[in-house]
């Protein structure tokens, strides 16, 4: 299959005045055209920074990408151009943001909204625009779209904005589509129903999506592949089959014995023990060992690298290198 995004080592720096934080440190994976691809982790391991720094959003200063490149469709996104990125934007990457009110504009009616992205974008005129929001209003579900492209915003219920968000990310056939924790804000089974839309949506128009979430069950019905990330670092990646049957990363095991249930009956199983990492002042070695019930000497020494455990699944651990896991 041809490869759609490749991240190569992407590490992104940000100089704070508290010190230095290292927010993505050499993240490698790749998404296939068609293919949907869960990015998971807790919040503060470094996913939204890597969605950023994809669509080029990483302001520097203080952010600065240190190693690494971005290649979307074979070309490297971190060489292009301001003007060059901005052509790219919304048209061929288009992203979902994690809040919806803070990527809608309140002043705007919807149809303005939408219709300001096609017009500039697309040339359509006005009545064109219109027709076209009406469209999108309804692929992504939105009831008597007609009746609603004058409504602000506000008049939206939380999932209906989160539709709306789409309509918007979706209005130029970007064919590769980025969404942020589209769902946590939102009620457990509208989080479902969004997520559905958006897979069935990937499906029809044959795009590629990078799915961004902290709850792994949410990937188990969404993605085809799965990176797990933690404290910066992508600590195993694999089919999400694989991911799910056999996990490599005690991390992994971890989430995965944790998963909040869409059905919102059992709240979290068995919790990870200790807390987050401290991305200010990161441990030593491996930054999951202070969590880590396996943990060895060699795991607070020597960060472990990824490496490939069986075909296309990959874990970054010291179990493995002694071949006990
Ligand atoms: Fe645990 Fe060591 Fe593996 Fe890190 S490298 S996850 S501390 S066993
Ligand atoms: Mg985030």
Do not use: W
Not at 83 to 94: C, F, T, V
Not at 104 to 113: A, G
Not at 132 to 145: A, C, K, N, Q, T
Not at 189 to 212: D, H, K, P, Y
Request: overall charge neutral.
């Amino acid at each position: 299959a041809e490869t759609v995004l490749e991240l190569d080592d992407l590490t992104v720096r940000f100089h704070l005045r508290r010190g230095d934080l290292t927010a993505v440190d050499g993240a490698s994976f790749s998404i296939e055209r068609g293919q949907t691809f869960g990015l998971v982790g807790e919040s503060g391991s470094g996913k939204s920074v890597t969605a950023k720094a994809i669509m080029r959003l990483i302001p520097a200063p203080p952010g600065e990408i240190p190693r690494g490149r971005v290649l979307f469709e074979g070309s490297n996104i971190l060489d292009k151009s301001d003007a060059e990125m901005r052509a790219l934007r919304g048209r061929r990457i288009a992203m979902v943001f994690q809040e919806p009110m803070s990527a809608l504009n309140p002043v705007f009616t919807v149809c303005d909204q939408i219709s300001d992205a096609l017009r500039t974008n697309l040339g359509l005129s006005k009545k064109e625009a219109r027709e076209r929001v009406v469209e999108l209003l309804s692929l992504v579900g939105i009831p008597s779209p007609q009746k609603r492209l004058d409504s602000y915003v506000h008049e939206f219920s939380g999932g209906m904005r989160q539709r709306v968000m789409l309509a918007m990310a979706l209005s130029c056939n970007p064919n590769f589509l980025i969404a942020d924790e589209p769902t946590t804000a939102l009620d457990v089974t509208i989080q479902a129903t969004i997520l559905e839309l958006i897979t069935g949506m990937i499906e029809r128009l044959g795009m590629s999506l990078l799915f961004i979430t902290h709850n792994l069950g949410v990937v188990a019905h969404a993605c085809d592949r799965v990176g797990v990330m933690y404290a910066s670092h992508i600590v195993e990646l694999g089919d999400k089959r694989e991911i799910f049957a056999r996990p490599q990363h005690p991390y992994t095991v971890g989430l995965l014995n944790s998963i909040p249930r869409l059905d919102g009956q059992a709240k979290y199983l068995t919790p990870i023990a200790g807390s987050v990492c401290n991305m200010m002042d990161p441990p030593t070695g491996c930054k999951f060992h202070p969590r880590c019930s396996h943990a060895m000497d060699v795991c607070r020494r020597e960060i472990p690298r990824l490496k490939e455990i069986a075909p296309g699944h990959l874990a970054a651990c010291h179990l493995h290198d002694r071949g006990t896991a």
